[in-house]
């Protein structure tokens, strides 16, 4: 049974660009979250999302950052025009309903150059 | 706001020796509190969750307790292959919301 899967687990993007971000949950759960960790900080939380819902985006930034969870296919977590600040490791979870475990899956570690 | 602090930040024991990892949290309604373990340059994975105080679980060679106000991770004997982060985290109520409040984590090595 696979893990949650995230793609790619590199990415280098040069200031300005975009950066986008796949997670393919565990089979059987429809709950997925994405979470940033920082150098020397924790694991903050970003975006909550079902099948098609975006459920609660509290701890997203404003702006330059969306994320969706479409019918068919992965999550997609899009950084628009990145800066240095967006360097970071950003991992996703999943499980099965809510107020149950989250499994996470390796992360993805962006560096903006 | 909700918190999570834990401690200490590192920590270094000698093989066998065993010990305790703190959190204590501040949260204005606990729905869940969760251990897991973060090695280097790889996702948290997932060892426990508690849910009301006195309540205790248990893996090998750790153990999770949990009061009113704080949660503790015994390691008992612990082995080299114990050494990673040990991550807290929470879950407080509130409608919708079903994201994860994180400690920074204690940083455990353990010289064999």
């Known amino acids: 049974n696979a893990g949650v899967m995230q793609n790619p687990r590199h990415l280098v993007r040069r200031r300005g660009q975009e950066a986008r971000l796949r997670c393919s949950p565990m089979?059987?759960?429809?709950?997925v979250y994405w979470y940033r960790q920082l150098p020397e900080e924790g694991l903050k939380f970003m975006v909550y999302?079902?099948?098609?819902?975006?459920?609660?985006e509290s701890g997203m930034p404003k702006e330059r950052f969306s994320a969706e969870f479409p019918k068919e296919g992965p999550s997609i977590l899009r950084i628009q025009q990145v800066v240095r600040g967006d360097s970071a490791a950003y991992f996703c979870?999943?499980?099965?309903?809510?107020?149950?475990?989250?499994?996470f899956g390796p992360g993805t570690r962006l560096t903006v150059t | 706001e909700d918190q999570v602090t834990q401690s200490p930040e590192a920590l270094r024991l000698q093989e066998g020796e065993s010990s305790s990892l703190n959190c204590s949290y501040t949260?204005?309604?606990?729905?869940?509190l969760f251990w897991y373990r973060q090695d280097p340059g790889k996702g948290p994975e997932f060892l426990f969750t508690?849910?009301?105080a006195g309540e205790e679980k248990e893996k090998e060679r750790l153990k999770a307790t949990l009061t009113k106000k704080e949660s503790f991770l015994h390691i008992t004997a612990p082995k080299p292959e114990d050494s990673a982060t040990y991550l807290c985290?929470?879950?407080?109520?509130?409608?919708?919301?079903?994201?994860?409040?994180f400690g920074k984590g204690t940083h455990l090595i353990i010289q064999p």
């Open positions: 979870a999943s499980s099965p309903t809510s107020n149950y475990e989250q499994y």
């Open positions: 089979k059987g759960h429809s709950h």
């Open positions: 999302l079902q099948k098609e819902n975006i459920i609660d």
């Open positions: 949260v204005s309604g606990l729905r869940g």
């Open positions: 508690l849910y009301s």
């Open positions: 985290a929470v879950r407080v109520r509130g409608g919708g919301a079903d994201g994860l409040t």
